[in-house]
């Protein structure tokens, strides 16, 4: 309103002033309902006598007829404005303050969004009305009016309570009823009961409201990530000066749900075994227990949002939370000293604030589970433009708001000390995010023995000494074991002594023909006798155990001890090389390009007790790997890389990861094989460009269809 010449607008006809529920100041406060929109307007007694008042005349003959009928109130010509540029944003006037009609065209250009963002809002979220339930309501209330007797509220009750009773007697008969879902028949009767559910619900707010004299205009199918849900317009009831009658159409649903609910559990007592039971079981129990999660979080605008608004006594509690939400948050971050919006007392303020942030992190993971299952649900070019208008609009649109009205008063933030101080904190941050001081990377890895040598004895025997203890460094050559066996002794004997009777038996021989055939034989025994002497011979010197390589002794067995018998399968103890250790390392494939083969690594093992181990690099795989052969090192046994098992058994990684070798410094005298994280040194990024190789391996990998 630029000129006091200008006509104030001319109200629309159909608006209407009802009676509200009194302020938190306790003063009268008046609806303005908009029956187009069908939405509802608070006003204070002030703004109702200036409407009630209003005409199409100049604010200077406006400000002049209110004065003399009011000279107690302190109103100026910005009062008119502010109360002219609501009436105009909220499209409550027959013609725009500037009086050319033009404007309301513009003004709907300038707010309607483009047609791919209502696409996409719609795709989230839109309505189907079916019918105007008042005719239908009217005429079954009579049949409903029992169900608001407080009597009849104490019989459900008591059915329900006898009920439990009878199924905690069988209870294991109770959780088994579930399995008849199952079966073909029971998933019909498990979607036909659903469906009945569902309109009993949303018959239970409009029988409420109808009940409390609230219209209901509408009944119909709301669409919620193209999953279709029953809605009923009760907005109505915003004009009942009751918080406990508007409380009561909120629960309306929950309500009719219990009643149905305690009705089911008594009956399923009764009813035989079959798919009605595994009905009456779900309507009980499932459905029942599902209803209260989702209608019943105030984050969303269900059964429990304005429930919570209607006991609170908070009309918009949502937008009133968000906007006291913006305002502390800039009071906080900014210095910015401005006056409580609302003017509510401090612990409606806290409640309301508590609401908003608590909304504002549920909403931040809903947005993004819903892009995610978009994502993979949708094909890919759709489920990915899908997941990038969602995180777009509904998770850095409002920052982008915010920063857009920060940029506006721009003089006045920058006066602030706090101001100052969160420019400086968000100046270090974005160095933070920019600056490549990222230089290393972790991986699971996995170290072991060059060289493992396991010990076991070749014959079986005796012990007569143990040389070395656990831990002990032993060079090749070094005696272990001395063992002794009376059995290759015994052999040992015997042998010697065929020899020596096949020796005389040589010498016994005469020249004749006879006796050189038999010499033949003799000779050959005598020499078969000397090779299984010296196979007994070897067999007995192996009976001494020693150091094949340099390493270090472990695994002996504490139970060993000078003449134990032992068998061939005892191992005896390991022995690990004092040569460089090998490493096993799984990066992933966004570290591949950064990874320098060469390079020094540290491998901090699993075990706590352990020390860490450091290296150099040596080889690094030119494709990524296909199948975890390293079991470790997934999460099949606890390890960290994921992996999913074929049909064949073999461990298929979730993420591409590549296979990475290195040595560690030489005598480190490892025992075993260990598993750990190993840190590399590698190209410096900043997390900024972390985020953009992501994003963009992203696109490409999607991109591919």
């Excluded at 279709?228 to 309306?252: F, H, K, M, N, Q």
């Excluded at 352990?610 to 690094?620: E, I, S």
């Excluded at 960290?640 to 040595?663: K, S």
Aim: hydrophobic fraction near 45%.
């Amino acid at each position: 309103m630029t000129s006091t010449s200008v006509l104030l607008p001319e109200l629309r006809k159909e608006l209407t002033l009802l009676p509200a529920p009194k302020g938190d100041d306790g003063r009268p406060r008046w609806f303005l309902f908009d029956p187009v929109k069908n939405a509802f307007h608070v006003l204070t007694r002030q703004a109702v006598e200036i409407l009630r008042q209003w005409r199409a005349e100049t604010p200077k003959a406006a400000l002049l007829r209110l004065r003399q009928k009011h000279p107690d109130w302190h109103i100026d010509e910005a009062h008119l404005k502010d109360i002219t540029a609501f009436l105009y944003q909220q499209n409550l006037t027959v013609t725009p303050p500037s009086g050319h009609a033009d404007v309301f065209s513009r003004q709907d250009k300038k707010t309607r969004k483009p047609i791919l963002d209502r696409v996409m809002q719609s795709s989230l979220f839109f309505r189907i009305p079916i019918f105007s339930p008042h005719k239908f309501l009217s005429a079954t209330s009579p049949f409903t009016a029992v169900f608001f007797r407080t009597h009849s509220w104490l019989f459900i009750a008591l059915l329900g309570v006898i009920g439990v009773l009878f199924t905690a007697r069988q209870w294991d008969e109770f959780l088994a009823t579930f399995i008849y879902f199952f079966t073909p028949e029971g998933l019909v009767f498990y979607v036909l009961a659903l469906t009945v559910i569902k309109v009993l619900h949303e018959l239970g707010h409009a029988y409420t409201a109808h009940h409390f004299g609230a219209r209901v205009p509408i009944m119909g199918v709301a669409f919620l990530l193209l999953f279709p849900v029953l809605y009923t317009d009760t907005t109505d009831a915003w004009r009942l000066p009751s918080r406990r009658e508007r409380a009561l159409i909120d629960a309306g649903g929950l309500l009719a749900e219990f009643a149905i609910a305690c009705a089911a559990i008594f009956l399923w007592s009764f009813l035989p075994d079959g798919p009605a039971r595994s009905v009456a079981f779900f309507t009980a129990t499932t459905s029942w227990g599902l209803s209260l999660i989702v209608n019943l979080n105030p984050c969303m605008r269900f059964d429990g949002y304005y429930l919570l608004s209607d006991v609170c006594g908070f009309q918009n509690m949502q937008d009133s939370g968000f906007a006291l939400g913006r305002w502390k948050m800039r009071k906080l971050l900014w210095g910015l000293d401005r006056p409580n919006p609302l003017g509510m007392a401090r612990r409606k303020t806290r409640i309301l604030l508590t609401y908003a942030y608590a909304t504002w992190v549920y909403r931040f993971f809903l947005f993004i589970a819903i892009g995610s299952l978009a994502y993979n649900l949708l094909p890919k070019p759709f489920g990915l433009v899908f997941f990038g208008f969602v995180i777009s609009t509904f998770l850095f649109g409002p920052i982008l708001r915010e920063l857009k009205h920060l940029r506006g008063i721009g003089r006045v933030l920058f006066a602030a000390p706090r101001a100052r101080l969160t420019l400086i904190v968000g100046g270090f941050s974005l160095l933070w995010f920019f600056i490549p001081w990222q230089n290393s990377i972790t991986a699971p890895a996995l170290i072991q023995p060059t060289v493992r040598t396991d010990i076991y004895p070749l014959t079986a025997a005796y012990i007569e000494h143990i040389h070395v203890r656990n831990g002990e460094k032993v060079g090749k050559g070094d005696k272990l074991f001395t063992l002794s066996s009376e059995r290759l002794t015994f052999r040992r004997d015997q042998s010697r002594e065929r020899l020596s009777l096949l020796k005389a038996h040589l010498n016994r021989q005469a020249a004749t023909l006879k006796t050189r055939r038999e010499e033949l034989t003799l000779r050959e025994d005598y020499a078969a006798e000397l090779l299984r002497l010296g196979a007994i011979d070897t067999d007995i010197e192996n009976l001494m155990i020693y150091a094949q390589h340099d390493g270090v002794v472990s695994g002996l067995n504490g139970a060993l001890h000078p003449k134990r018998y032992i068998k061939t399968s005892d191992r005896l103890l390991r022995l690990s090389s004092a040569k460089a250790e090998k490493l096993i390392a799984l990066p992933k494939e966004e570290h591949v390009g950064r990874i320098v083969t060469d390079s020094r690594f540290v491998f901090i093992s699993s075990d706590a007790s352990a020390r860490k181990m450091m290296g150099r690099l040596t080889a690094l795989a030119p494709t990524s790997e296909n199948v975890i052969k390293d079991r470790i090192l997934t999460s099949v046994v606890g390890g960290a890389v994921a992996v999913n098992t074929d049909a064949q058994g073999q461990l298929i990684p979730h993420i591409p990861v590549f296979r990475l070798h290195g040595e560690t410094d030489k005598g480190l005298y490892l025992n075993k094989a260990q598993r750990g994280v190993v840190t590399l040194k590698a190209k410096p990024q900043s997390p900024a460009s972390k985020l953009w190789r992501s994003v963009m391996r992203v696109l490409i990998r999607e991109a591919d269809f």
